[in-house]
């Protein structure tokens, strides 16, 4: 099963969520939950609501969150990850010890708006190309300690992840070429050090290096701040030998443009960097 078709679930890990969001809690909390300790500990009903319409993603965080405090609390979710939902819409109700609900609340909510946010933007991109072969992308450009959350956010929201890092794909850029003496040379290293299965992929500026990528027996190109006009020549030149990526100067204004050249793919830095988080709010009911 290549990346590109592994459900969101392939990128859930147990022991890295635990990980994560314990560094989370310890930032949060500390040596303890001072004004918890105002509150008498007793079995408490609280409910999740959403304040917008949203992409709902992060229920295996949120819930980490609340089981690290205490095991014996109980969640019950009323919407799938990745389905959306509208506002004023409970999302899940919890009930158990009042203290480690407050403790865990901001922590929990933290994670499901942060991936909620991930999830909505990616379904807003998505839509923009649907009814084309073009596929969004996301990038390396996430929150530090999140990376792959936020990629099974994109997966969520209807996106497709590029490499998940530095290990497991190869993208050939301009100070690699420089470094190589040519592109060539470039890709040829790449291979030899590489698993077979491992994507190749080389950053092209003009139709000139696409050339030379073409020549040298490139999978995909990344064709980079591509003007908008020169794009169906370099989606012709490419033909069915060679996968085409976008990149560079790409808002959710042009992405219909953009796909409707044919190119294969386009990677949107924004889906992961530029997030709002959505309104969610937790109250007690009784």
């Known amino acids: 099963m290549t ?3 592994q459900p969101a679930s392939a990128l859930l890990d147990d022991s890295e969520i635990t990980k994560t969001v314990q560094a989370a809690l310890d930032e949060d909390v500390g040596s303890g939950d001072l004004t918890a300790a105002l509150l008498l500990d007793e079995s408490t009903t609280a409910r ?15 819930d ?29 109700q919890l009930n158990g010890s009042s203290r480690a609900l407050v403790t865990g609340e901001r922590t929990a909510l933290n994670f499901l708006q942060t991936l909620s946010g991930v999830a909505t933007t990616v379904r807003l991109h998505v839509n923009e190309v649907r009814g084309t072969r073009t596929r ?13 959350a936020q990629k099974y956010a ?15 794909g190869i993208l050939i850029k301009e100070n690699h070429i420089h470094a190589a003496g040519s592109l060539c040379s470039a890709l040829e290293q790449a291979r030899k050090n590489a698993d077979p299965e491992c994507m190749i992929e080389v950053e092209v500026e003009n139709l ?16 980079d701040n591509f003007p908008l006009e020169m794009l169906p020549v370099a989606v012709t030149q490419a033909g069915d030998v060679v996968e085409t990526e976008v990149s560079g100067n790409v808002i959710l204004e ?3 443009q953009i796909a409707a050249t044919g190119v294969d793919y386009i990677s949107v830095g924004a889906l992961t960097k530029n997030i709002r988080a959505i309104d969610l709010s937790m109250r007690f009911i009784n």
Do not use: M
Request: hydrophobic share 35%; charged share 25%; glycine share 10%.
């Open 254 to 256: 042009n992405l219909a």
């Open 208 to 223: 000139d290096q696409l050339h030379e990528a073409i020549e040298c027996r490139a999978s995909r190109v990344l064709l």
């Open 136 to 148: 969004i992308l996301d990038t390396r450009k996430t929150l530090p300690g999140l990376r792959k």
């Open 64 to 92: 980490k969150v609340f089981h690290l405090l205490d095991q014996s609390i109980q969640i019950d979710w009323l919407i799938q990850e990745g389905e959306r939902a509208g506002p004023g819409q409970t999302l899940c």
């Open 48 to 62: 999740v609501i959403s304040r917008e319409e949203a992409v709902i993603c992060g229920r295996p965080w949120f």
């Open 154 to 168: 994109v997966r969520c929201g209807g996106g497709y992840n590029h490499r998940i890092g530095l290990y497991d």
């Open 3 to 5: 990346r590109d078709v």
